[in-house]
């Protein structure tokens, strides 16, 4: 393959991979997975989820999980899911800004505490913030965060994306080393 063509085939993956660098997939209780005894309401709290991120749940055959609204979370309510799932690896994007909630279908289980409710926040923005000659949004667009607040949504995403990025950069050297 000639030179032309494999920085051809870089620069493509390279458009391909990059947007994959900043979305996050969490596996749900980390290494304990989708089941009773794990306190979901502490795991929760320490992670930041944005629109492209996934949730991966994992869990036995004794398990489900299910997508439900507020109320029926809050009641552990089994009867009207939204989404029900049962294959043990289950993946759930994060496609909207909001709270979305989750429970096990299993009876007896939500009241255990496998139920979940995770805050999604807007995917991270690389747009630089406009600058002080920029014309001010419409008063229906939401209004841009302050600057400090781009400043740690860059942060987190830079901290989330490390390992893929770091992924990227090994498959793009491979790839030259091979093609070269």
Request: proline letters at 8%; a negative charge; glycine letters at 8%.
């Amino acid at each position: 393959m000639g030179s032309t063509a494999a920085t051809a085939l870089l620069l493509l993956l390279l458009l391909v991979a990059v947007p994959a660098v900043f979305a996050v997939t969490f596996q749900v209780g980390d290494n304990d997975g989708w089941t009773i005894g794990v306190e979901y309401t502490s795991w929760v709290s320490e992670k930041t989820f944005r629109v492209g991120d996934t949730l991966e749940f994992k869990y036995g055959p004794s398990h489900s999980v299910a997508v439900v609204n507020k109320a029926d979370y809050d009641g552990c309510e089994t009867s009207r899911p939204t989404q029900s799932f049962s294959d043990g690896d289950t993946k759930i994007d994060l496609t909207k800004v909001g709270a979305i909630h989750f429970l096990c279908l299993t009876p007896g289980h939500c009241s255990l505490g496998m139920k979940l409710a995770v805050q999604v926040l807007a995917a991270v923005s690389l747009e630089p913030p406009p600058s002080p000659s920029a014309p001010s949004p419409s008063p229906s667009a939401p209004s841009p965060s302050p600057s400090p607040g781009n400043a740690e949504n860059l942060k987190n995403a830079a901290s989330k994306g490390i390992m893929s990025y770091g992924k990227i950069v090994v498959t793009m050297v491979l790839m030259y080393g091979v093609l070269n």
